[in-house]
């Protein structure tokens, strides 16, 4: 069943664990489970940045390899920035998507949007080209940046070949064995580097709504 492009994206995301439930075996998708109330008991996320207080910048590249500057996106207006754990991960791609669809009017409020994860520059070029991104899509390798913005946490021992079972072999996509990985958060910040909107969740199914993003832009520039 398709998914309806008009849908919010948690409407998105419920139909897709609809149609997702019957297809994963019954014991791994407990083990996932069990990984994913671990992350989410942990607090993992509780000392990201939130609003008031000013975003890390960062250096980053793209996945064509060319740098990216936090400090130059603001030079040109507001920025939104989104953390997301890989190309392998359906509800990371739904969100990529819907913030794609409103990226003409993120821009014509004169922001900037950019998406982070710990994958290398040729797995966020995957990621973009199947995602159909027209935004960059930058490799925060190691996680540095993420670490910054008090979102990085390890899977378990155990839940590493549940995920590598389903198709997520983190060394593969992220080039290191750490097993590490972000929690999903989207910031908008001001062209000062305040942030104005922080959403952080540790349980990896919750997206921030694109509707939120544009209504914290125009809070930043109502009459744009």
Same mark, same amino acid.
């Given at each position: ?6 849908? $919010? !994206?948690? /409407? /998105?995301?419920?139909? %897709? ?6 297809? $994963?075996? #019954?014991?791994?998708?407990?083990? !996932?489970? @069990? ?5 989410? *008991? #942990?607090?993992?996320?509780?000392? @990201?940045?939130?609003?008031? /207080? *000013?975003?890390?910048? %960062?250096?980053?590249?793209? @996945? ?10 603001? /030079? *040109? ?10 190309? =392998? ?14 990226? +003409? ?6 922001? $900037? ?7 290398? +520059?040729?797995? #966020? ?31 378990s021992e155990a839940a590493r070949p549940l ?8 060394? @593969? ?5 750490? =097993?590490?990985?972000p929690v999903p958060g989207t910031f908008v910040?001001a062209p000062d580097g305040t942030v104005r !909107? ?8 919750? *997206?921030?709504? +694109? ?14």
């Amino acid at each position: 069943m398709a998914i309806a492009d008009t849908a $919010t !994206l948690a /409407q /998105q995301i419920e139909e %897709f664990q609809q149609n997702m439930s019957s297809r $994963t075996p #019954s014991d791994v998708g407990a083990g !996932l489970r @069990a990984e994913a109330e671990r992350i989410i *008991r #942990s607090g993992i996320g509780a000392q @990201a940045p939130m609003k008031g /207080q *000013r975003a890390p910048d %960062f250096v980053l590249p793209d @996945a064509l390899g060319e740098t990216v500057r936090l400090a130059d996106l603001r /030079q *040109r207006g507001p920025g939104v920035v989104t953390f997301y754990r890989g190309a =392998w991960c359906p509800y990371c791609n739904l969100a990529l998507r819907a913030y794609q669809a409103v990226l +003409p009017e993120i821009t014509a409020r004169g922001a $900037t949007l950019v998406a982070i994860s710990p994958q290398t +520059p040729d797995n #966020s070029l995957t990621t973009a080209e199947k995602a159909g991104l027209t935004f960059p899509v930058l490799s925060d390798v190691g996680n540095r940046v993420a670490r910054r913005y008090g979102l990085v946490f390890a899977l378990s021992e155990a839940a590493r070949p549940l995920y590598t079972a389903v198709g997520s072999d983190l060394p @593969a996509y992220n080039g290191d064995a750490l =097993w590490e990985l972000p929690v999903p958060g989207t910031f908008v910040m001001a062209p000062d580097g305040t942030v104005r !909107l922080a959403f952080v969740d540790p349980d990896y199914t919750h *997206r921030l709504e +694109p509707a939120a993003i544009l209504a914290a832009l125009r809070a930043l520039a109502p009459g744009h």
